[in-house]
């Protein structure tokens, strides 16, 4: 399986705009049903769209509701009030596909109080055929689904529904680009930007090569005219999307993701840029220059290291070392010394002896990340990593887990009070959960910063001192 390649797959390619405009089409007729049953402006019907997983799905989620929104529906964040329901859902670990078939499960007394309620089903569980057949066999509720590669078919699917045409249970969408999609975005100061879809690299623990397909790099051209209208809008962060935007551009042949962030951050406006994932064996020293040069790119870097033992890493097919990781993260400390770190790493992998356990904590203590976003292995059906026969009992897992934990959580610390005193220039982004007379804004790191503000700051940056540090956030006061 590590073997794949772009070789054995269809060519990715950008839909046509025949393509779109069918679809377009396919949402006029929606609409237009209800304009027949006096269904717009205020009596329009609702639409709920539910996400789960990483921040590629919140991306997807927005052009889903900007198809419903096209489709004639309003946007709602009550599912009891919709006739449109849609879950984006998640599979990259066992648990995100188990909440998603619990929260669907529960819509069934929707449909059952109001036939007419239409619930779909997309994103990454649904992308494998095994999930897509369990839905219509066990689901009878549900009237669709929709794979990663086939969002723009929404107004089809949902025409097909209402003129009565049958539930669809079809996934295997060809690696493609769908641009020109409309976007519903709630908040207009923070947006994602996808750059790239699909992943190549097969890590054997890893679903996401199968469930979004191959890499495939939009253009800078649609990157920059993207980029241009959200800063025209008011973003005023802007995170550039792929599953390793590293590998950017490699299947379009002259361009690299270095080049690209440099060009978007070259464009006029008050914005500060970000960019995830990155893999190890593909952080370039041209990234890590263009970075240092250029102020608008925050000063954080989310370098997932998965585990700190060879061994390991070999069975993960991740293709670095520890040394040789840990080379990129003096590279990124020499040209930027204060830069944020935070990582991804994996509990119990298969073959996880307690010194490849101790490999990692000591990559830990020496790297001293900001962050970690730290998962027990979940074996995923069709990953080599699922077939391997030395599973780590769940108990051993746990156990290391939380040690884990425990120490990240001093060095966390002990990194937050570097801030303790500084000024940082935020952008305010929400109310503090909790705490009414205060806004949560994040500077370069992504911790959260708590302030006593005027929610009017919501959107805008602002100086704030910080005044205390926490495991997982700071407190400061507006300057
Ligand atoms: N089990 C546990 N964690 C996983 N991840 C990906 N696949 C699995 C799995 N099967 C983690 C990796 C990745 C993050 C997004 O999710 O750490 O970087
Ligand atoms: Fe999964 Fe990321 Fe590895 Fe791709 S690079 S296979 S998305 S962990």
Redesign the pocket.
């Known amino acids: 399986m590590n073997t794949q390649t772009t070789s054995n797959r269809a060519a990715p390619r950008e839909l046509s705009r025949e393509e779109i405009e069918k679809q377009f089409r396919y949402a006029e007729q929606v609409a237009a049903i209800h304009k027949q049953n006096g269904r717009v402006g205020e009596s329009a019907p609702r639409c709920f769209v539910q996400t789960f997983g990483?921040q590629q799905n919140e991306a997807d989620s927005e052009r889903i509701a900007g198809l419903a929104i096209l489709m004639g529906y309003t946007i709602t964040h009550d599912p009891a009030e919709a006739k449109l329901i849609l879950v984006n859902t998640c599979a990259?670990?066992e648990h995100a596909e188990k909440k998603a078939l619990s929260i669907i499960g529960q819509y069934k007394h929707l449909k059952d109080a109001d036939p007419e309620v239409i619930i779909g089903v997309g994103g990454c569980m649904v992308t494998q055929q095994h999930r897509a057949d369990q839905l219509k066999r066990s689901y009878p509720y549900v009237s669709f689904v929709f794979d990663t590669a086939s969002i723009h078919t929404l107004p089809e699917l949902v025409a097909g529904i209402l003129a009565g045409r049958g539930r669809k249970f079809f996934v295997g969408g060809e690696g493609n680009i769908a641009e020109g999609i409309p976007t519903h975005r709630e908040i207009a100061y923070k947006a994602w930007l996808s750059v790239m879809y699909g992943c190549n690299n097969f890590?054997s623990?890893?679903?996401?090569p199968y469930t979004r397909g191959r890499e495939r790099s939009r253009t800078p051209d649609a990157i920059l005219a993207e980029a241009r209208q959200l800063i025209a809008d008011g973003a005023k962060d802007i995170t550039l999307l792929g599953q390793n935007v590293n590998s950017y551009g490699r299947d379009l042949g002259d361009t690299t993701f270095a080049e690209l962030i440099d060009a978007v951050a070259n464009l006029e406006g008050d914005f500060r840029l970000r960019f995830m994932?990155s893999h190890p064996k593909d952080a370039s020293d041209e990234l890590i220059e263009v970075m240092a040069k250029n102020e608008k790119i925050v000063r954080h870097f989310h370098l997932?290291l998965?585990s700190g033992s060879d061994n390991i890493l070999s069975r993960m097919n991740r293709r670095y070392t520890a040394e040789k990781y840990y080379g990129i993260v003096e590279k990124l400390r020499s040209a930027m010394p204060d830069i944020s770190l935070s990582s991804?790493?994996?509990v119990g992998f298969p073959g996880e002896r307690s010194e490849d356990f101790e490999a990692t904590m000591d990559m830990l203590r020496r790297v001293r990340y900001d962050a970690i976003?730290s998962?027990?292995?979940?074996?995923?059906k069709g990953?080599p990593?699922a077939e391997m026969t030395d599973q780590v009992p769940h108990d051993i897992s746990t156990a290391r887990f939380e040690r884990m934990l425990a120490l990240q959580n001093e060095i966390s610390l002990a990194r937050n009070q570097r801030f303790v005193g500084r000024e940082l220039r935020v952008l305010a982004e929400e109310i503090s959960h909790g705490d009414a007379t205060k806004v949560t804004g994040r500077g370069d790191s992504p911790r959260p910063i708590h302030f006593a503000a005027d929610p009017g700051v919501i959107g805008q940056f602002v100086n704030v001192k910080i005044t205390a540090a926490d495991t997982f956030s700071l407190s400061a006061e507006q300057i």
């Open positions: 990483c990259v670990r890590c623990y890893c679903i996401v994932t997932p998965q991804d790493i994996i976003f998962f027990i292995y979940s074996p995923r990953t990593a």
